[in-house]
């Protein structure tokens, strides 16, 4: 089922990147464009992301970035390379 029809985005997707660390609609947002259109998917983002514990959720409450394993997100790469360079 369309979560994202602006996008084509699934709700396996979503859930997807979900499992990989995604644990916020501007998360999601980052990951495959779900929510950037016209907004309408972004409430139901919520509530996909709402059924079940973000594996990653103590990274992102800690402000660190937690989209590094994300296929095709070019800013998690650049993420990681300035958390690196911080340590």
Known sequence: MFVCSCFGITEAQVKRHAEDGACTPR????????????????????????????????????????LSSVPGNPDAAGADAVAAEAA
């Open 27 to 66: 998360q999601i947002a980052s990951a495959c464009k779900a929510g950037t259109d016209c907004g309408s998917c972004v409430r139901r983002i919520q509530a996909i992301l709402g059924r079940g514990a973000c594996p990653r959720r103590e990274l992102a409450d800690q402000g660190r970035p937690v």
